[in-house]
């Protein structure tokens, strides 16, 4: 049986930082991702494990959440104040929307695997 000492844990800012870039947040060469929304098995530069690890739904949590603070205020401020068809705005706010959600779901879910990695939770192996 083989003991491998538990890898040093980086400051908070530093791994929630690496998790948002969707690096490793052990390391931060390897990719967390491999692809869209898949983490990795395990990292491939120091072999870190998270396959375990699973978000479930905090990541879609925080990007709805995220999306209503950005979008709200910029629909209270130019709705109002435009002359703007309302065609328009029926196909450029969901649009605009839908557009920042797929930016921000990718990194949200990379940000709770790393947060979920420096607690040391327990994952799914259990």
Partial sequence: MQTSTPPVQAEFWLTA???LVRRCPAC???????????PVGECSECHE?????????GPAWLTIVLVGHILGPILLTVIPNSTWPDWLSLILWPSF???LALFILPRAKGLFIALIWRARCAGSEQ
């Fill in 17 to 19: 930082l690496r998790g």
């Fill in 97 to 99: 929307a839908f557009i």
């Fill in 28 to 38: 931060g060469h390897g990719k967390l991702m491999k692809s869209y929304l898949k």
């Fill in 49 to 57: 494990p998270y396959g375990h690890i699973r978000a479930d739904d």
